[in-house]
T-cell receptor
Framework: KNEVEQSPQNLTAQEGEFITINCSYSVGISALHWLQQHPGGGIVSLFMLSSGKKKHGRLIATINIQEKHSSLHITASHPRDSAVYIC?????????FGKGTRLHILP | KAGVTQTPRYLIKTRGQQVTLSCSPISGHRSVSWYQQTPGQGLQFLFEYFSETQRNKGNFPGRFSGRQFSNSRSEMNVSTLELGDSALYLCASSLGGGIISGANVLTFGAGSRLTVL
């Protein structure tokens, strides 16, 4: 069983829709990261969470440590949000990555 | 301030050769970590350096090595290249404790895309 699972793998939505991407994991972590990767390959760190909820502009990230689950929400989605979103777990001696969610926002 | 700089951005090598990639972190960042990204395996952790010491290493063969200099710049080397080493190699820098402790946000470079023929 993979230590980290993301869902959905692919998501296409219309501009303006509310988007939710999920990350479930099965190991103890010190933190969880949400990353955004655009087609050119560059990765941007969106959030680092160890508890609770964080908000930055239209992006909201939550984590439930007891349920080992995190969600990334995008409100009022826009075509420029089209990217791959990756969940990453910081463990004691390594960092492991989800397979990513490919998001496509249609204008 | 300048971001994380990786050089070269693109390179082509043949099997059996070796390659050295460079990563200059954000000024003041002391931790540099390296990652390999392939279509099949996704992102995988290679190693992390802090103050010139390798602190953690991923599950890669000994052909993959790295080092960090006193100015925090880091290099990674892959010897005896194989076709499967074709990938995007990314580095990231962070303040202080580094990514393993989860204490710091990562800032990624644009990557070095290696093609092995």
């Amino acid at each position: 069983k993979n230590e980290v699972e993301q869902s959905p793998q692919n998501l296409t939505a219309q501009e303006g829709e509310f988007i939710t991407i999920n990350c479930s994991y099965s190991v103890g972590i010190s933190a969880l990261h949400w990353l955004q990767q655009h087609p050119g390959g560059g990765i941007v760190s969106l959030f680092m969470l160890s508890s609770g909820k964080k908000k930055h502009g239209r992006l909201i990230a939550t984590i439930n440590i007891q349920e080992k689950h995190s969600s990334l929400h995008i409100t009022a989605s826009h075509p420029r949000d089209s990217a791959v979103y990756i969940c990453a777990l910081s463990l004691d001696d390594k960092i492991i990555f989800g397979k990513g969610t490919r998001l496509h926002i249609l204008p | 301030k300048a971001g994380v700089t990786q050089t070269p951005r693109y390179l082509i090598k043949t099997r059996g050769q070796q390659v050295t990639l460079s990563c200059s972190p954000i000024s003041g960042h002391r931790s540099v970590s390296w990652y390999q990204q392939t279509p099949g395996q996704g992102l995988q952790f290679l190693f992390e350096y802090f103050s010139e010491t390798q602190r953690n290493k991923g599950n890669f063969p000994g052909r993959f090595s790295g080092r960090q200099f006193s100015n925090s710049r880091s290099e990674m080397n892959v010897s005896t290249l194989e076709l499967g080493d074709s990938a995007l190699y990314l580095c990231a820098s962070s303040l202080g404790g580094g990514i393993i402790s989860g204490a710091n946000v990562l800032t990624f470079g644009a990557g070095s895309r290696l093609t092995v023929l």
